[in-house]
């Protein structure tokens, strides 16, 4: 197994985690929208160490650039979870990538250091209730 999987994880939660379901507009309303691909949003503290699998992933968005931010941290996620013995996750793609660093939701959206299973639970409030 490789060393990133969990980073990828991370990424692709914390980057679609943001959707905040009492927020109509988008791309306030936050989700999976490559926002986290921005300084100010990679900075937020919830997010310390994910810059490092952001650079894991810019080789591929170099060599692949008609694909967005948001769909490729989704398929790092997925493949993460294959790598690592998981099921073969389905991918529909088409997400759309927030074009300038002010789309970037606010910083708080997401719990701070906790565990993966720790921040699906605390913010589920804004997602799906």
């Known amino acids: ?6 980073k990828q994880l991370r990424l692709a939660w914390h980057d679609a985690g ?9 791309p306030l ?10 300084e100010i ?3 937020h503290a919830a997010n310390a ?5 952001l650079k894991l992933l810019q080789p591929f968005k170099d ?3 008609g694909v967005t931010y948001a769909d490729l941290f989704q398929l790092a996620s997925a493949t993460a979870v294959e790598e690592a013995g ?3 996750i389905p991918i529909k793609y088409g997400r759309v990538d ?32």
């Open 1 to 6: 197994m490789r060393p990133f999987p969990l």
């Open 18 to 26: 943001m959707y905040n379901k009492n927020i109509e507009e988008w």
């Open 29 to 38: 309303r936050g989700g999976a929208n490559g926002s986290l691909r921005f």
């Open 41 to 43: 949003e990679i900075k």
């Open 49 to 53: 160490g994910l810059v490092n699998a």
């Open 63 to 65: 060599k692949y650039s």
């Open 86 to 88: 998981g099921p073969k």
């Open 98 to 129: 927030v074009s300038e660093p002010e789309q970037c939701p606010e910083e708080g959206r997401l719990p701070g250091k906790l565990t993966v299973k720790e921040e699906i639970s605390k913010s589920k409030q804004n997602k799906f209730e």
